[in-house]
């Protein structure tokens, strides 16, 4: 089974609106962090907004907010009032300590490209 | 500015002839790492360092060698770099690589072409 499953080849959004791109995780362990990264088509990769499992209120910074809910083992990003500049692929991650070893590994989803028209 | 820096952006080369690939973090951060990306396979790890002189494979290390002598530090060497090395490679640190809860911070990337 994937560990990341982001369901959404590509959105396309209008300016101003809002968009929720979604990402499932699978894991057994009870302490894990969920991550969103940006890569404009520049090819940088830019964090944007970190949630961990045992914090109780969604992360939030700037326009991005991480809808957690775990339960059902997702960790949706929220871009709001979303810009021109938003266009770019987005990929979920999440780490998870690695069996027999003092390292946790960082697994990455297959991402979602958000395109924003005017 | 915190930053990851890794040089140069471009790189075209041609099979064989060795090649380095320099990455630098100003953050004091324990963790460094390598990953190259490719079109449909995603984000693959090369080699990680959990701190300086302990370096470890990651998914795909063949072909490649790392050094980490330096907390800041972390070179990528390719010693006889073949076309299917061409990638786009990513340097990435983190504060700990024990902690779950520690982001990674990555580099602008390096997009490396071997003929």
């Known amino acids: 089974a994937q560990k990341i499953t982001q369901t959404q080849p590509g959105m396309f959004v209008q300016e101003k609106e809002a968009v929720t791109l979604d990402c499932t995780y699978d894991?057994?362990?009870?302490?894990?962090?969920l991550f969103w990264y940006k890569q404009p088509s520049s090819g940088e990769m830019i964090f944007l907004i970190y949630?961990?499992?045992?914090?109780?209120q969604n992360a939030t910074e700037g326009r991005y907010s991480l809808n957690f809910q775990k339960a059902r083992k997702s960790a949706n990003l929220v871009i709001s009032a979303s810009q021109l500049g938003d266009s770019a692929m987005y990929f979920c991650?999440?780490?998870?300590?690695?069996?027999?070893?003092?390292?946790?590994?960082?697994?990455f989803g297959k991402g979602t490209m958000l395109l924003v028209s005017p | 500015e915190a930053q990851v820096t890794q040089n140069p952006r471009y790189l075209i080369t041609v099979t064989g002839k060795k090649l380095t690939v320099t990455c630098s973090q100003n953050?004091?951060?324990?963790?460094m790492s390598w990953y190259r990306q490719d079109p449909g396979l995603g984000l693959r790890q090369i080699y990680y360092?959990?701190?300086?002189?302990?370096?470890d494979k990651g998914d795909v290390p063949e072909g490649y060698k790392v050094s980490r002598k330096e907390k800041r530090n972390f070179p990528l060497i390719l010693e006889s770099p073949s076309p299917n090395q061409t990638s786009l490679y990513f340097c990435?640190?983190?504060?700990?690589?024990?902690?779950?809860?520690?982001?990674?911070?990555f580099g602008n990337g390096t997009r490396l072409t071997v003929t």
């Open positions: 949630q961990g499992s045992y914090d109780e």
């Open positions: 894991t057994s362990d009870q302490s894990y962090g």
């Open positions: 991650a999440m780490r998870e300590a690695t069996i027999n070893s003092g390292y946790s590994t960082l697994t």
């Open positions: 953050m004091n951060h324990e963790y």
């Open positions: 360092s959990m701190n300086v002189e302990v370096t």
């Open positions: 990435a640190s983190s504060l700990s690589g024990r902690s779950v809860y520690s982001p990674l911070h």
